[in-house]
């Protein structure tokens, strides 16, 4: 199975010409700007109409216009993860969003408590504190979901967030990718991840 990574669009998903094939695309959040309404009805649009056999999205912190938002009407193959998970061709995907009401009320590190155990490929908008989450001298990923990663050991991690570090990394048990696409300054300068499973 072949993914096609990306996060971090913030509005400039429309620059992406010709996009990599790929068995599934995955938008690990933060397709908004200011997370408005009409930015995410744009992202939507787009994304449903990728020609990828099936499309993966969860929501990141400027995504905040879907907090608590039930979505309907999604082709078949669009799934919208919100701690939640969906089978494809046998592989479990598991998606965990990154809304600041959460953040605030500590409501997150239950999400990532309650992300499943048998779990292939894990999207989160935020890193696991340590992998691919620094910047500007401090780093910014999570203390609980990197002991959830610890004890679920999913193949694959999948997030973005951290602009400033955009990468890959492998290690005894899970690949980890931060792809996200734009700088600090919102400048489209990355390219799309390709990884397969």
Not at 21 to 42: L, R, T
Not at 111 to 138: E, K, M, R, W
Not at 166 to 180: P, R
Request: hydrophobic share 35%; with cysteine.
């Amino acid at each position: 199975m072949k993914i096609l990574h990306l996060s971090d669009t913030h509005g400039c998903h429309r620059q992406l010409n010709e996009l990599p094939e790929a068995d599934i695309v995955v938008h690990s959040g933060d397709f908004c700007m200011v997370g408005i309404k009409k930015e995410a009805i744009y992202f939507l649009n787009w994304f449903c109409n990728l020609p990828h056999r099936h499309k993966i999205f969860i929501c990141g912190n400027h995504d905040n216009c879907l907090y608590g938002a039930n979505i309907g009407g999604l082709d078949k193959n669009v799934h919208y993860l919100c701690n939640s998970e969906v089978t494809i061709d046998g592989i479990k995907f598991y998606g965990v969003p990154m809304f600041i009401e959460d953040c605030i009320t500590k409501h997150q590190a239950q999400d990532y408590a309650d992300i499943s155990n048998d779990i292939d490929v894990l999207v989160t908008h935020n890193p696991p504190l340590g992998i691919l989450d620094f910047d500007n001298g401090i780093y910014y990923g999570s203390k609980e979901l990197l002991q959830r990663v610890s004890d679920i050991k999913p193949k694959i991690h999948l997030f973005g967030h951290i602009h400033n570090n955009y990468g890959m990394i492998h290690s005894q048990h899970t690949v980890f990718s931060n792809a996200s696409l734009v700088d600090n300054d919102y400048r489209l300068t990355n390219k799309p991840v390709i990884i397969e499973l």
